[in-house]
């Protein structure tokens, strides 16, 4: 089955702590993408990626860093920078028309 | 005034009835328009694309472009209870150099029974 997979589910980050969220997708999608949802909120972009080795900031890149090494692997590291980062994590991949496919988040708290 | 605007809702339809679903954006440039479905606590799944005026039609769905406008609707005939979610309206739309996709912050939708 084709399709975009996020691990962990749920994660826990502690005061202080980088956490990475993996996110992987095996339809051959050149562009992939980062999202943060809050709480009956929108979603924001977070960093995007075009190709393989090239990646730009979205509208909330501070305090995140991503890595686009292969072209199925987009992961997001939430460094100790990110004051605020409870919020469901959302990937996405899209195709040559623009139609993204999103995996199914992960959900982080801060202890 | 925000890029991509949807009124939050709810709006409330009894099963059965069309559901209308509105979204305005500001940017005159934008290609291509997309509506989303994410029910509670789960991620976003894609509906309904369109890239040129007029109506494009999907089973139960339809969407609905108008650009000399800048609106895009979403109609859901004969809507059901498990219509029930919030419905993101994306426009993508390109600058020199930038690339941008741009999502409304969703109209939630209640289909009683």
């Known amino acids: 089955d084709g399709g975009i997979t996020q691990s962990p589910k749920y994660l826990f980050r502690k005061e202080g702590q980088n956490v990475t969220l993996s996110c992987e997708q095996n339809?051959?999608?050149?562009?992939m993408y980062w999202y943060r949802q809050d709480p009956g909120q929108g979603l924001r972009l977070i960093y995007y990626?075009?190709?393989?080795?090239?990646?730009q900031k979205g509208d909330i890149a501070e305090g995140y860093s991503v890595s686009r090494e292969k072209k199925e692997s987009f992961p997001l590291t939430v460094t100790s920078a990110q004051k605020n980062p409870t919020a469901f994590y959302l990937c996405?991949?899209?195709?040559?028309?623009?139609?993204?496919?999103f995996g199914p988040g992960t959900r982080l708290t801060v202890l | 005034q925000k890029e991509v605007e949807q009124n939050s809702g709810p709006l409330s339809v009894p099963e059965g009835a069309i559901a209308s679903l509105n979204c305005t954006y500001s940017?005159?440039?934008?290609?291509?328009f997309f509506w989303y479905r994410q029910y509670s606590g789960k991620s976003p799944e894609l509906i309904m694309s369109?890239?040129?005026?007029g109506d494009k039609e999907d089973g139960r769905f339809t969407a609905q472009l108008n650009k000399a406008s800048q609106y895009v609707s979403l109609l859901i005939r004969d809507s059901q209870p498990s219509d029930s979610a919030t419905y993101l309206c994306?426009?993508?739309?390109?600058?020199?150099?930038?690339?941008?996709?741009?999502f409304g912050t969703g109209t939630r939708l209640k289909v009683l029974a």
């Open positions: 339809l051959n999608h050149d562009a």
């Open positions: 996405a991949s899209s195709t040559l028309n623009n139609e993204q496919f």
């Open positions: 994306a426009v993508t739309a390109g600058y020199s150099g930038t690339y941008k996709y741009i």
């Open positions: 940017d005159r440039g934008s290609q291509s």
């Open positions: 369109i890239y040129s005026n």
């Open positions: 990626s075009q190709i393989v080795n090239d990646f």
